[in-house]
C-alpha cells in the first residue's frame, strides 16, 4: 500500500514504492496495446496548474487520464504569485480529485527554491494529492519514466550499469529538476553515475551528496567528470540534459539576466555530442535527450534521429507513469 499522498520527488518515496509504480506503468502500457485499459480515473475531474507552454506535459497528462477514464482541465498561470496559486489549488482540491502541477520554466526565473516551496505549499494546503511534473528543483515523472526506458531497454536489473548524465550546449535556459532527480533515483537503483558538466554549471551540493550516500548504501557509485570526452568512455547509459548555471539558478534567470546568461553557456559551446564522440560509449548505449531538442545545439542530428536514441521511447514511457502516478495517489480517496 503506498504511504505517501503527494510525488514531489523522487527522494520521498521508497525504492518499493517507486518500484510499484513502475510495475503499474508497465502493465497500464501493455493494457493499453492490449486495447483494455481498466477505468481507473472513471468519473474523476483533475486539474493541472501550468506556466507557459508546458507542451510535453500536457500532452502526457492528457493522454494518461483520458486512457484511465478521467477528466482533466488545464489552468494557465499567468505569472510564478505564490498566494494566488495556493488559492487556486485550494479551489481545484475541492472540485477535483488530483491537482498535476508543472512549473519548472517559470521557476528558473526566480531565486533557487522557490517553485519547489510554491509546490508544496500547495500540497500542505489541500486534502488531494499533488503530482509534480517539475519545477526548478525536481522533476520525478520525468526521472522515474527514464528509469523505466533503461529497464526496458538494458534489463530490470540495472545495478552496476554505467549512467552518465551529462550537460549539454543550448540555447534555451532550463531548469535543475530533471537531471537532480535523474541523480537520485539512478544512484539509489546502484547504477554506477558519473556526472559531467564545465565549470559554472554544479548542482544542488546537498542533493549531490545525497546521491553520494545513496550510492554508497545500495552499492553503486557517483562520481562527478569535468572532462566531456572521459565521461563518455564505456557508457552504457546517456542522458543528456542542459541547465542554467550555478548564479543564474542562485539569482533567478529574471534578476540575473538572460544575456549574461547566455555569455555563460557560449562558452562552452563545444559540449556537443558528435559520431566520433560516441564512440567512446559502448555500441549499444542508450541515448536519452529532452524533446523538443534544439537541432545541431548539443547533440547532432545523426544522434537525434538515430536508432541509439530513446527520446521518443521516454515520452511515452512518461504517459504511463503519471497514469500510474495518478492512479496510485487516488487509490482509495473519494472523489
Known amino acids: 500500500m503506498l504511504k505517501r499522498k503527494d510525488l514531489i520527488s523522487t527522494q520521498e518515496w521508497g525504492v518499493e514504492d517507486i518500484e510499484l509504480l513502475i510495475s503499474l506503468a508497465k502493465d497500464i502500457k501493455r493494457w493499453r496495446y492490449a486495447g483494455n485499459v481498466p477505468k481507473l480515473l472513471k468519473d474523476r475531474s483533475l486539474f493541472m496548474l501550468y506556466c507557459n507552454e508546458a507542451v510535453i506535459a500536457r500532452v502526457c497528462i492528457g493522454a494518461a487520464v483520458d486512457i484511465l477514464g478521467g477528466r482533466v482541465h488545464f489552468i494557465n498561470l499567468p505569472t510564478l504569485d505564490e498566494e494566488r496559486i495556493v488559492d487556486i489549488a485550494r479551489i481545484c482540491g475541492k472540485a477535483g480529485s488530483a491537482i498535476v502541477m508543472e512549473l519548472s520554466e517559470e521557476a528558473i526565473k526566480h531565486p533557487y527554491g522557490f517553485g519547489n516551496s510554491v509546490v508544496r505549499r500547495c500540497a500542505e494546503r489541500i486534502d488531494v494529492p499533488v503530482l509534480n511534473l ?42 535543475r529538476g530533471a537531471v537532480q532527480d535523474d541523480i537520485l533515483i539512478a544512484t539509489r537503483y546502484a547504477m554506477d553515475v558519473i556526472l559531467a558538466f564545465p565549470p559554472g554549471f554544479e548542482l544542488d551540493e546537498d542533493l549531490m551528496l545525497k546521491a553520494k550516500e545513496s550510492a554508497d548504501e545500495y552499492g553503486g557509485s557517483f562520481k562527478v567528470e569535468r572532462d566531456f570526452k572521459q565521461a563518455l568512455i564505456g557508457a552504457q547509459v546517456l542522458i543528456l540534459r542542459s541547465w542554467a548555471s550555478k548564479e543564474c539558478v542562485k539569482l533567478g534567470l529574471n534578476k540575473f539576466g538572460g544575456d549574461r546568461e547566455v555569455e555563460v553557456r557560449d562558452k562552452y559551446m563545444d559540449w556537443l555530442l558528435t559520431p566520433d564522440l560516441m564512440d567512446l560509449a559502448d555500441r549499444n548505449v542508450v541515448v536519452i535527450h529532452d524533446l523538443p531538442i534544439s537541432r545541431g545545439k548539443g547533440a547532432t542530428m545523426a544522434i537525434i534521429n538515430g536508432p541509439l536514441s530513446v527520446a521518443l521511447d521516454q515520452v511515452e514511457n512518461s504517459v504511463y507513469v503519471s497514469a500510474a502516478a495518478l492512479a496510485l495517489l487516488t487509490a482509495d480517496r473519494q472523489v
Open 134 to 175: 517539475g519545477d526548478e528543483k525536481f522533476n520525478p515523472v520525468q526521472a522515474i519514466s527514464d528509469m523505466l526506458t533503461i529497464k526496458e531497454k538494458l534489463g530490470d536489473d540495472v545495478r552496476g550499469k554505467k549512467c552518465v548524465i551529462t550537460w549539454i550546449y543550448s540555447d534555451e535556459v532550463r531548469s
